[in-house]
Nanobody, 125 residues
Framework: QVQLVESGGGLVQAGGSLRLSCAAS????????MGWFRQAPGKEREFVAS????????DYADSVKGRFTISRDNAKNTVYLQMNSLKPEDTAVYYC??????????????????WGQGTQVTVSS
């Protein structure tokens, strides 16, 4: 079983930036797609971004396109989420997840088999 540990969350003012990291254990990291999801208080978990195993395919939620960038370093077993121009509505717990697929980048959470514990991102207005 893969363990996923997120870091990099915190409190930032609107318009600021944060970079989230997700470190994965296990050699299978480089063989699967990875994703980021988020859950705000009182809301369902929602898709943010995903990346295929090679990094060649990415997908983003419309709400973060042009502001967030997902990337990965397979040598370090780490996936990143660079978040720029943050808005108060980006406030949520952000989760890293490992997918059961490899060559594409799914947005449906049903394709993900392992989840991290989450990291809190709070954007003040």
């Amino acid at each position: 079983q893969v363990q996923l540990v997120e870091s990099g969350g915190g409190l930032v003012q609107a318009g600021g930036s944060l970079r989230l990291s997700c470190a994965a254990s296990g050699r299978i990291f480089s063989s699967t797609a990875m994703g980021w999801f988020r859950q705000a208080p009182g809301k369902e978990r929602e898709f943010v971004a995903s990346i295929s195993r090679s990094g060649g395919n990415t997908d983003y939620a419309d709400s973060v396109k042009g502001r967030f960038t997902i990337s990965r370093d397979n040598a370090k077993n780490t996936v990143y989420l660079q978040m720029n121009s943050l808005k108060p509505e980006d406030t949520a717990v952000y989760y890293c997840a490992k997918s059961a697929v490899s060559s594409w980048s799914p947005s449906n959470p049903s394709y993900y088999t392992d989840w991290g514990q989450g990291t809190q991102v709070t954007v003040s207005s």
